[in-house]
């Protein structure tokens, strides 16, 4: 696919690119969809190159629909990353011989690239991480046991989880992460998983209930050892429109 854009790089803007961190929850772990490339032994994030005919944001979704096949999700642009050196010996000729690119239309990739940071919150249960090649690698990895990263695919990671700790005080999340139904100690972990930190749980109930977005099913969970816990869901409409108005509380 490189080898394909490579040959075509007319039809993609020059110098710019996109990197997603898709995260996605699961027993109790935030996970980040991340991949190995066959010429590299570093893993990194989703990303692609930009169509001269697409927006910027219409980019980024093909981006994420192509590594995750779901569409309609939670995917939001939190910052740029452009240092002077970023792209420096990526792409050397070892690896331009590896993929079989001339060098000369390989000076394409080897210039310095800007690359926008884009996250995505996604249901871990519906996505089935695509390799774009029968030798590359797409995992879930728990955040906390990320290995080594190029470039400064590091530092997009850890910004992306910054803003996304940010922005718990600002929006609801929840939504895109948690299976329809869910119990509130459960949607308690996710917050504490993403914060890093435990939670007063009549505290959170409290400020949880307040904001508006939940429903109390007429469920409880099955195959719990203890009592089982009431099951709620999210109230799309309400969701939606705390999201668009936003939240003025921390946690």
């Known amino acids: 696919m490189l080898k394909s854009i490579i040959e075509n790089s ?5 110098g710019l690119s996109i990197d997603c961190v898709i995260f996605g929850f699961h027993d109790n772990q935030l996970k980040v969809l991340l991949i190995k490339v066959p010429h590299s032994e570093t893993w990194s994030l989703p990303g692609g190159f930009i169509p001269i005919d697409q927006d910027i944001d219409t980019a980024a979704v093909t981006v994420l629909n192509e590594r995750t096949g779901v569409e309609g999700v939670f995917l939001r642009q939190f910052s740029t990353f452009g240092k002077i050196k970023r792209n420096d010996n990526h792409f050397g000729k070892e ?8 060098p000369e239309k390989g000076k394409w990739l080897t210039r310095r690239f800007v690359t926008i940071g884009y996250y995505a919150l996604v ?3 519906k996505i089935l991480p695509n390799p774009l090649n029968r030798n590359e690698i797409v995992e879930w990895i728990d955040h906390k046991e990320v290995p080594e990263l190029i470039l400064d695919h590091r ?9 996304l ?3 718990l005080n600002l929006m609801p999340i929840g939504y895109n992460l948690l299976p329809e139904k869910f119990t509130i100690p459960e949607l308690q972990k996710l917050y504490e998983t993403i914060l890093d930190k435990k939670l007063d749980r009549r505290n959170f109930l409290r400020k949880i209930t307040n904001i508006g977005i939940l429903t109390k099913l007429d469920e409880k969970k099955s195959n719990v050892a203890h009592k089982a816990p009431n099951l709620y869901s999210f109230d ?3 969701y939606d429109e705390v999201l668009k108005n936003g939240l003025y509380q921390g946690w």
Request: aromatic letters at 10%.
């Open 236 to 238: 799309k409409e309400k």
């Open 165 to 167: 700790r940010v922005e």
């Open 95 to 102: 690896v331009l011989k590896y993929l079989g690119i001339d």
């Open 123 to 125: 249901d871990f249960s």
């Open 155 to 163: 530092e997009i990671l850890d910004k992306a989880l910054d803003t």
């Open 10 to 14: 007319e039809n993609y803007q020059p």
